[in-house]
């Protein structure tokens, strides 16, 4: 078995330079940016709709990313969709959800089917994210169910995009020195 899998004639497509673990998955309809990890452990499953990941995002050890189907409950499911530069800690658990632009996902925090993360947000550690829900750009949020904490300072904010091209490095010496 490849980390890389088709599933029902769809096979995920990879941008530029993209790493990805060969003990994580990547299954189906997915498709990842340019410059992104894909860590140990990790499972992309985009077997029942569609995952799109932009450029610069690390999938950290452990995370699990699907979908939500379409069914009688819910007639249109709801896609996994990721912006650019966006870090998901180790064993992040995102369904079903939308993640906008230079966003920090905590270790081990979840976000359910059809919440929305607006740019510019940090999700704290262990917190967990209701469906639908929306949280609004420039906050930190934490707790389960999320809730507003206070609004990011500059630095914070500049984190986003240091800790997206660090993770680039990092894939880049993985890359060089195992393949």
């Not at 990313?65 to 896609?79: C, E, K, Q, R, V």
């Amino acid at each position: 078995m490849t980390a890389i899998r088709s599933y029902q004639g769809t096979t995920p497509q990879l941008g530029a330079n993209v790493f990805v673990d060969p003990s994580a998955v990547v299954l189906g309809d997915v498709v990842l940016g340019d410059d992104c990890s894909v860590w140990p452990m990790t499972t992309i499953r985009g077997d029942m709709h569609r995952i799109r990941i932009g450029d610069r995002c690390s999938i950290q050890d452990g995370s699990v990313l699907h979908i939500t189907h379409a069914g009688p409950y819910n007639p249109d499911g709801f896609p996994l969709i990721i912006g650019n530069d966006v870090t998901i800690g180790h064993k992040a658990l995102l369904h079903g959800c939308t993640l906008n632009d230079r966003i920090l996902i905590g270790m081990g925090a979840i976000v359910m089917d059809g919440a929305v993360i607006e740019s510019e947000v940090i999700l704290a550690a262990g917190s967990i994210v209701p469906p639908g829900k929306v949280l609004k750009s420039g906050y930190l949020y934490r707790g389960s169910p999320a809730r507003e904490a206070r609004p990011l300072t500059d630095e914070e904010i500049s984190y986003f995009k240091y800790t997206a091209g660090n993770y680039v490095k990092l894939k880049d010496k993985h890359i060089a020195e195992n393949y």
